[in-house]
């Protein structure tokens, strides 16, 4: 069971919009840590998609965003590609913890 | 542009120590502000905070994994090292290594990774 909680999987037809939420609680993204999110090809390593809540890391197309508010996170997709198709995490500070956390994982289906 | 790369056996068998070395290249690994950290991911899982190092050699480390795990640092060699020890089919994952940014907490860039399979 992981810390952060991300639905197992998402899908949207290309073009469209799709959101993946990252809840936490008061011990990580409620406690104001940062949230990070990752994209994941298939065979390949983690990639920072967004950092910082919100920012892009240069490369990265404008449309991928994040947002974070309470004790959750959103990352959207807005103009589906087919490249888009891969698994996407969230990651955070846990105090309680004292270290780095992963949400579990989705797994984004462009249609 | 910053590199790293991950070295060490594929394969451990159980109850042993499994041994992994990142190169960092094409920057410092002394540089401030990082720390460098080491993330596993089992076959068709998730992804899993293992435990980061300072170039100072200061550590922290995952709590579930803390008393098995060994983080260290070889500025000389621009070089860090993860070792497990005794291991189980559990320990079974493509470990990476990438830079850990503080006090954000982002990793980036990561190493391609290696698979590493505990079995005698």
């Known amino acids: 069971q992981s810390v952060l909680t991300q639905p197992p999987s998402v899908s949207g037809a290309p073009g469209q919009r799709v959101t993946i939420s990252c809840t936490g609680s008061?011990?990580?993204?409620?406690?104001?840590?940062?949230v990070h999110w990752y994209q994941q090809l298939p065979g390949t390593a983690p990639k920072l998609l967004i950092y910082?809540?919100?920012n892009r890391p240069s490369g990265v197309p404008d449309r991928f965003s994040g947002s974070k508010s309470g004790t959750s996170a959103s990352l959207a997709i807005s103009g589906l590609q087919a490249e888009d198709e891969a698994d996407y995490y969230c990651?955070?500070?846990?105090?309680?913890?004292?270290?780095?956390?992963f949400g579990g994982g989705t797994k984004l289906t462009v249609l | 542009q910053l590199q790293l790369q991950e070295s060490g056996p594929g394969l451990v068998k159980p109850s042993e120590t499994l041994s992994l070395t990142c190169t960092v290249s094409?920057?410092?690994?002394?540089?401030?502000?990082?720390?460098w950290g080491w993330i596993r991911q089992p076959p068709g899982k998730g992804l899993e905070w293992i435990g980061s190092?300072?170039?100072?050699?200061?550590?922290y480390y995952n709590p579930s994994l803390k008393s098995r795990v060994t983080i260290s640092v070889d500025t000389s060699k621009n070089q860090f090292s993860l070792k497990l020890s005794s291991v189980t089919a559990a320990d079974t994952a493509v470990y990476y290594c990438?830079?850990?940014?503080?006090?954000?907490?982002?990793?980036?860039?990561w190493g391609q990774g290696t698979l590493v399979t505990v079995s005698s």
């Open positions: 990438a830079r850990h940014s503080l006090p954000t907490h982002w990793f980036d860039p």
């Open positions: 094409g920057g410092s690994i002394s540089s401030s502000s990082y720390y």
């Open positions: 190092i300072y170039y100072s050699g200061s550590t």
């Open positions: 008061s011990s990580n993204i409620g406690a104001g840590y940062d």
């Open positions: 910082g809540n919100s």
């Open positions: 990651q955070s500070y846990d105090s309680s913890l004292s270290g780095s956390v």
